[in-house]
T-cell receptor, first 114, second 112 residues
Framework: KAGVTQTPRYLIKTRGQQVTLSCSPISGHRSVSWYQQTPGQGLQFLFEYFSETQRNKGNFPGRFSGRQFSNSRSEMNVSTLELGDSALYLC?????????????FGPGTRLTVT | AQSVTQLDSQVPVFEEAPVELRCNYSSSVSVYLFWYVQYPNQGLQLLLKYLSGSTLVKGINGFEAEFNKSQTSFHLRKPSVHISDTAEYFCAVSENDYKLSFGAGTTVTVRA
């Protein structure tokens, strides 16, 4: 079974631009979560989608948004990029979205904002 | 809201020696506890998890962890490390939803 895939793996953008990151979960998984990883703030939860509905959202500004498609693939969008948005963005999928269930992480997209 | 504290940011250890990574959490409700490992330029891989039941949890690659409710701790141990265990380790907690709250991470460096 293929793992979680994220595209692109690396991205360089300029301040003020917007960016879209993509995540394809493991086949059959219906829950997708997004996390931001930075040296200063560590791993922080962005949001979680289950069957195309956002169920949970972290403490991030409205510039961060996401969606999930009917095939469970998910995208996250960051508008008006700031230097502080430079980070590794990880997505994780799980089969049923149960609390305590195992989440499988992708390799991440490394975003650099200049 | 839950929070996680990993008490050591860096742990150097010699090959074949034991290692313990310390994790404390705070929460007002029952929690689920996890340890993840991250190798360079990779995502996170689950080592083990505690949901309920036996307080000693065994995971992959010879790791185990013990849940201590009175001390709100979930320390990770391995009796004998290998060079390949060099990585960053994260303790995480979730309450009654799917959101994981992570500790700051512990970098383990195994030396020959």
């Amino acid at each position: 079974k293929a793992g979680v895939t994220q595209t692109p793996r690396y991205l360089i953008k300029t301040r003020g631009q917007q960016v879209t990151l993509s995540c394809s979960p493991i086949s059959g998984h219906r829950s997708v979560s997004w996390y931001q990883q930075t040296p200063g703030q560590g791993l922080q939860f962005l949001f979680e989608y289950f069957s195309e509905t956002q169920r949970n959202k972290g403490n991030f500004p409205g510039r961060f948004s996401g969606r999930q498609f009917s095939n469970s693939r998910s995208e996250m969008n960051v508008s008006t990029l700031e230097l502080g948005d430079s980070a590794l963005y990880l997505c994780a999928s799980s089969s049923d979205g149960r609390a305590g269930g195992e989440q499988y992480f992708g390799p991440g997209t490394r975003l650099t904002v200049t | 809201a839950q929070s996680v504290t990993q008490l050591d940011s860096q742990v150097p250890v010699f090959e074949e020696a034991p290692v313990e990574l310390r994790c404390n959490y705070s929460s007002s409700v029952s929690v689920y506890l996890f340890w993840y490992v991250q190798y360079p330029n990779q995502g996170l891989q689950l080592l083990l998890k505690y949901l309920s039941g036996s307080t000693l949890v065994k995971g992959i690659n010879g790791f185990e962890a013990e849940f201590n409710k009175s001390q709100t701790s979930f320390h990770l141990r391995k009796p004998s490390v290998h060079i390949s265990d060099t990585a960053e380790y994260f303790c995480a907690v979730s309450e009654n939803d799917y959101k994981l709250s992570f500790g700051a991470g512990t970098t383990v460096t195994v030396r020959a």
